[in-house]
């Protein structure tokens, strides 16, 4: 079974720390892996997607790895801001027409 | 250049009724999904269409039903309300030759009471 997970459910961490958060999935014969951003209440914001063929992709204080080998993929959030705190979740595509997600990581930054 | 609306943002229907949701893709975007999410989890495929066709279906039961236009904007119907199809009703778009990006709009938060 096709699954992905994201441990921990929730941090805090104090502004301006650089942090990481994990995604692990069970299927190495992934097509693409994709990180998102969701503020309360609202949808999904798009931040990084990451193909199979690739290990890394940058925007901006972002930085996504993807290690298919290992089942594993990083998001490192570089000079944390309050404004960054949301809950991130990530979403592998193994060719089956959807994404698989974790159920996220509530990440808090603390002033 | 718009991104991918929902209508309406909020719903409130009793248990037995029927709801109508509504999508439209991001411009260039010919594939829509449909996307369940209770409080506290990961969203939960429902299904796709492309092409006006139901290209694959989630765990989920008949009632829940869906259609795709020609302009490739998207219904998800779902009869017969349980208390349990209370959730945030995300649709995402995406490009089918492209890398499978999918791009989510603002979602509509249904509630059934």
């Known amino acids: 079974k096709q699954e992905v997970t994201q441990i921990p459910a929730a941090l805090s961490v104090p502004e301006g720390e650089n942090l990481v958060l994990n995604c692990s999935f069970t299927?190495?014969?992934?097509?693409?892996l994709q990180w998102f951003r969701q503020d309360p209440g609202k949808g999904l914001t798009s931040l990084l997607l990451?193909?199979?063929?690739?290990r890394e992709q940058t925007s901006g204080r972002l930085n996504a790895s993807l290690d298919k080998s290992s089942g594993r993929s990083t998001l490192y959030i570089a000079a944390s801001q309050p404004g960054d705190s949301a809950t991130y979740l990530c979403a592998a595509f193994f060719g089956n027409e959807k994404l698989t997600f974790g159920t996220g990581t509530r990440l808090t930054i603390i002033p | 250049d718009a991104g991918v609306t929902q209508s309406p943002t909020h719903l409130i229907k009793t248990r037995g009724q029927q709801v109508t949701l509504r999508c439209s893709p991001k411009?260039?975007?010919?594939?829509v999904s449909w996307y369940q999410q209770a409080l506290g989890q990961g969203p939960q495929f429902i299904f796709q269409?492309?092409?006006?066709?139901?290209?694959q279906r989630g765990n989920f039961p008949d009632r829940f039903s869906g259609h795709q236009f020609p302009n490739y904007s998207s219904e998800l119907n779902v009869n017969a309300l349980l208390l349990g199809d209370s959730a945030l009703y995300l649709c995402?778009?995406?490009?089918?030759?492209?890398?499978?990006?999918?791009?989510f709009g603002p979602g509509t938060r249904l509630t059934v009471t």
């Open positions: 990451i193909q199979s063929s690739q």
């Open positions: 269409y492309y092409e006006e066709e139901e290209r």
């Open positions: 411009s260039g975007h010919d594939t």
């Open positions: 995402a778009s995406s490009f089918v030759r492209g890398a499978y990006e999918q791009y």
């Open positions: 299927d190495s014969a992934i097509y693409n």
